[in-house]
């Protein structure tokens, strides 16, 4: 490990209950959250989760974040300078509270429990927006943490070290996001690739990538992949991320799931799960053909492709609300298109109700429970 930051294997070994504790002042401990899932009100246990949208935006914006100089210089809690992203909303996104708490409430009408918001730097993340919003809806909102694709990244991404950029993802984790106390519960979405774009990893997603990778080492939380890039250019990314130490049975790679069993199987075969998502724009909206019940039936064809494959265990499912034209007061399917229309797809195709609730309830409650901190891979 780097030279540089010393206290990032301080903090994980004081985690695990070593008995140094001479440096403590200077690098509080990572707190051990295995065994538990992390929401914006706090931890609880896995079983409270219940239906789970595993990738979400509740409120989301478009923006690139300000810089996030001046470059930290501490060990451990740096004082990073978090990008103040609330209040610098540009136009067009999902920004009004009380919208959205009625979009969301739908999904608890519907038996919903738990929301994965998995907004980051890049898509104007609100902590104090979805604290309150969990409250006013009585959902669980697990938050999201890191950075998006890269033309949203901050522009002094490329000045910014490995090092940093996990200081400010285990700084999210265990202090809290922008100045808050609120923490987030994943890591993600990652952004990798960009539309239409079929080139490598550029040096500044590898960053963020293998960023991720030491963070949730160190924190034991979960990571999400935006999985934009080319097929073996997301092989390369999971290659680094195990190469960090991450298991990558928790590593979620969103926007992979189509009905092609072969190209599910390359993340699957490795632990990785696959997720559905973006779906339930309004029809002619955003490339959406046919009627919501029409797309409902070709989601469940292709996920039942999956399940008749043996894939059940690696299945996740999502709206990726990002757009007003998925909201149900747009005539878009909202955040109860999966609970109201996906699933009496799939029940209609002879589907069981234990493997919806796999699907719904068991694969995101895997995903989202924290492993223990462990320290960082040593090099020679
Ligand atoms: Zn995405």
């Known amino acids: 490990m780097s030279r540089r930051n010393p206290g990032w294997a301080l903090g994980a070994v004081l985690a695990l209950g070593a008995s140094t504790t001479a440096l403590s002042a200077q690098a509080p401990a990572i707190p051990n959250l295995a065994g538990k899932v992390l929401t914006v009100l706090g931890p609880i246990e896995p079983a409270a989760l219940g239906p789970t949208l595993m990738h979400e935006h509740i409120f989301i914006d478009f923006k690139a974040p300000p ?38 409430r739908e999904f608890k009408k519907a038996g919903g429990g738990t929301i994965v918001d998995v907004t980051n730097f890049g898509l104007t993340r609100d902590p104090e927006a979805l604290y309150r ?20 990244h901050p522009p002094d991404m490329n000045e910014r070290t490995v090092e940093e950029l996990t200081d400010i993802l285990v700084r999210d984790i265990t202090v809290g996001a922008q100045g808050t ?28 990538v293998r960023a991720s990778a030491r963070a949730s080492r160190l924190t034991g939380a ?7 890039a080319p097929p073996d250019e997301l092989q390369r990314a999971l290659d680094l991320i195990e190469a960090e130490g991450v298991d990558l049975n928790h590593v979620v790679m969103g926007h992979t799931g189509t009905g092609d069993v072969a190209a599910m199987k390359r993340y699957t075969d490795r632990g990785a799960y696959i997720e559905f998502d973006f779906m339930g724009q309004a029809p002619g909206a955003m490339g959406s053909s046919g009627t919501l019940e029409q797309s409902a039936e070709r989601i469940a064809t292709n996920i039942e492709a999956l399940i008749d494959a043996g894939l059940t265990e690696r299945i996740l499912i999502a709206h990726d609300v990002c757009i007003t034209a998925q909201l149900k ?46 320290s960082l891979v040593t090099r020679q």
Do not use: C
């Not at 996030?68 to 909303?89: C, D, H, S």
């Not at 987030?184 to 997603?205: A, Y």
């Open 67 to 104: 810089p996030m100089a001046p470059p930290p210089t501490g060990i451990f809690v740096l004082k990073t300078q978090q990008p103040a992203l609330a209040g610098e909303r540009g136009s067009g996104g999902l920004t009004d509270f009380d919208t959205q708490l009625a979009e969301i």
């Open 133 to 152: 919003v969990s409250e006013a809806s009585d959902l669980h909102v697990v938050m999201g943490a890191g950075w998006y694709m890269k033309t949203l």
């Open 181 to 208: 106390n609120i923490r987030s519960g994943i890591i993600g979405e990652v952004g990798t690739g960009n539309f239409g774009d079929k080139g490598p990893l550029t040096e500044n997603e590898l960053k963020s």
């Open 222 to 228: 979960p990571i999400l992949i935006h999985s934009f």
């Open 329 to 374: 007061k747009n005539g878009g399917g909202g955040f109860a298109y999966i609970s109201t229309m996906v699933v009496p797809a799939l029940r209609a195709k002879g589907v069981s109700d234990a493997t919806i609730r796999t699907i719904m309830v068991e694969n995101p409650r895997r995903v989202l429970t924290f492993v223990a901190p462990q």
